[in-house]
């Protein structure tokens, strides 16, 4: 099993940023595809970034390229997300998530997902 645990968001002014860190226990996930997702209020869940345990391959969905980074210790079995230039339309859940799959975290599903932490961007 796995269990991923969000921490980080917030309430933040419009061009601010915020850093979101997702903790990582369980079983082996050094061949999963990790990856943040968002979900805002009446919309469905959606993609933001991900990231392999290996290597320096990262994607981002077109509507944070160049204000989000998302990272990775694999010490520390952590993800992060470091948001900029915040926005109020990036306010939703933000979750981490797990998969072998990385067509299905590009497609915002995964086997394994955080239970989300809340970002607040106000105008």
């Known amino acids: 099993q796995v269990q991923l645990v969000e921490s980080g968001g917030g309430l933040v002014q419009a061009g601010g940023s915020l850093r979101l860190s997702c903790t990582a226990s369980?079983?082996?996930?050094?061949?999963?595809?990790m990856g943040w997702f968002r979900q805002a209020p009446g919309k469905g869940r959606e993609y933001v970034a991900g990231?392999?345990?290996?290597?320096?391959?990262?994607g981002y969905a077109d509507s944070v390229k160049g204000r989000f980074t998302i990272s990775r210790d694999n010490a520390k079995k952590m993800i992060y997300l470091q948001m900029n230039s915040l926005k109020p339309e990036d306010t939703a859940v933000y979750y981490c998530?797990?998969?072998?799959?990385?067509?299905?975290?590009?497609?915002?599903?995964?086997?394994?997902r955080g239970p989300g932490t809340q970002v607040t961007v106000s105008s």
């Open positions: 998530a797990a998969d072998l799959n990385r067509f299905r975290i590009a497609a915002g599903s995964s086997d394994y």
């Open positions: 369980g079983r082996t996930l050094s061949r999963h595809v």
């Open positions: 990231i392999y345990w290996t290597g320096d391959s990262t």
